[in-house]
């Protein structure tokens, strides 16, 4: 669906579900003015809304993202990975030797990462190896830091939503990361000097086309929930 079939069939939408309702649908109709700034908000909200919910399970289709390669599929332009090797100094490290780096892109949720690392053992001091990296918060860090049995691997703890600190007893060389990124605006025209998530000239929709119907089907829920909720309560 391109932005001129979504602005088309956003008015037929709205349009229809207020003749839906039962009150008197002129005087809705009559005062409902929705530019294509406020159409690519909505859109762009019920985008995001959408992606975060197919990700963690919570949509209509009742699976996450991992579960199945039909999700997968739909929100695989999406997909990013990053090979970093270049770390940052930084002192707001919660470990000493830690390594500390920015992911570059406008991350939403890492999916997979990996470090590779020279390995600092009796057995095979200064070989390369690659390890995989496990999120940790920084209590469940402090909890475990000292067991024997949990400190040979690779462990990531966030600094903000794109820095995080790399904890390991190995030397890390590289850090491997897959994630989603957060999806373009869905914006109908250019809207500046006004913004969406930073950009003002119009674009489509970047995910797949069957979820384009989603999208805008959330979108004007959203609206006519604004909508009624501005209406005199005996309208309500």
């Not at 002129?26 to 919910?53: G, R, W």
């Amino acid at each position: 669906m391109n932005i001129n079939e979504f602005s088309d069939q956003y008015d037929v939408l709205l349009a229809s579900y207020l003749r839906f309702k039962k009150f008197d649908p002129q005087k809705i109709l009559d005062s409902v003015e929705i530019n294509e700034y406020e159409k690519s908000l909505y859109l762009t909200k019920a985008q995001n809304e959408i992606v975060t919910e197919l990700y963690t399970g919570k949509s209509i289709f009742q699976e996450s993202y991992e579960q199945t390669e039909q999700l997968r599929r739909y929100l695989a332009d999406l997909n990013t990975s990053e090979v970093i090797s270049t770390f940052i100094p930084s002192t707001a490290g919660i470990a000493t030797g830690s390594k500390t780096c920015k992911i570059e892109g406008d991350l939403l949720y890492i999916t997979h990462e990996a470090c590779k690392v020279e390995l600092n053992n009796s057995l095979c001091d200064g070989q390369e190896a690659i390890m995989a990296c496990t999120p940790i918060s920084r209590d469940e860090y402090n909890s475990t830091k000292d067991n024997p049995f949990k400190n040979n691997k690779v462990w990531r703890v966030d600094q903000d939503y794109n820095t995080v600190e790399l904890i390991s007893k190995h030397n890390i060389k590289e850090y491997r990361v897959s994630y989603l990124r957060t999806p373009s605006p869905i914006i109908l025209e250019d809207i500046y000097p006004y913004t969406i998530n930073g950009e003002s000239d119009e674009s489509d929709s970047r995910l797949h086309p069957i979820l384009h119907e989603y999208i805008l089907e959330r979108a004007v829920q959203n609206t006519l929930r604004d909508i009624i909720k501005t209406q005199p309560q005996e309208t309500n």
